[in-house]
């Protein structure tokens, strides 16, 4: 079946360590994102990408970092200086054809991270 | 000024009635407007895009847009206990392609 594969589902991090989330799609979409959800508020992206060995900051990217090697792979990762790092991390993908892109924005299941 | 606002609920209703969404946006040269539905712990789902002003009807949803206002809703007509969820309201800017702006979510319970 064709869809996002986030791991892991929880994840927990010590103070002064970097972790990282993956995020795996077979959908065959250029363009993938990264967001973060704490409670009580919306999504806020981190990174985004459009094309492999490309990525943009998105509006939270300061902690983080990402990298685009392969089409199919984003993973985030969360560095010891995002000091408030619990929060529901959130990996989608969508098509993209030209300059325009499909907005339809296709989510993985969510990596839970909190901080121990 | 949040980019998007929504009304963070909860909106109670009754099994069978009409719930009402609503959602303001910032930017009034946006294009593209969406609704995600959330249920508790899981990743958001499409539910209805919207991008012309007027409504847009699928089963028992309905999304209503009008730019002038800078207003999107969502209705959900014949409403079920199993569309207890969060509703998100999502905006691409002007200029923001692949940039998707999302509102807080109005969390919805239907009650039997």
């Known amino acids: 079946d064709g869809g996002i594969t986030q791991s892991p589902k929880y994840l927990f991090r010590k103070e002064g360590q970097n972790v990282t989330l993956s995020c795996e799609q077979n959908l065959n979409h250029d363009a993938m994102y990264w967001y973060r959800q704490d409670p009580g508020q919306g999504l806020r992206l981190i990174y985004y990408?459009?094309?492999?060995?490309?990525?943009q900051k998105g509006d939270i990217a300061e902690g983080y970092s990402v990298s685009r090697e392969k089409k199919e792979s984003f993973p985030l990762t969360v560095t010891s200086a995002q000091k408030n790092p619990t929060a529901f991390y959130l990996c989608?993908?969508?098509?993209?054809?030209?300059?325009?892109?499909?907005?339809?924005?296709?989510f993985g299941s969510g990596t839970q991270l909190s901080v121990l | 000024q949040k980019e998007v606002e929504q009304n963070s609920g909860p909106l109670s209703v009754p099994e069978g009635a009409i719930a009402s969404l609503n959602c303001t946006y910032s930017d009034r040269g946006s294009q593209s407007f969406f609704w995600y539905r959330q249920y508790s712990g899981k990743s958001p789902e499409l539910i209805m895009s919207?991008?012309?002003?007027g409504d847009k009807e699928d089963g028992r949803f309905t999304a209503q847009l009008n730019k002038a206002s800078q207003y999107v809703s969502l209705l959900i007509r014949d409403s079920q206990p199993s569309d207890s969820a969060t509703y998100l309201c999502a905006v691409i800017p002007s200029g923001g392609y692949n940039k998707l702006i999302f509102g807080a979510g109005t969390r919805l319970a239907v009650h039997p």
């Open positions: 990408s459009q094309i492999v060995n490309d990525f």
């Open positions: 989608a993908s969508s098509f993209t054809r030209g300059s325009t892109t499909n907005e339809k924005l296709f």
């Open positions: 919207i991008y012309s002003n």
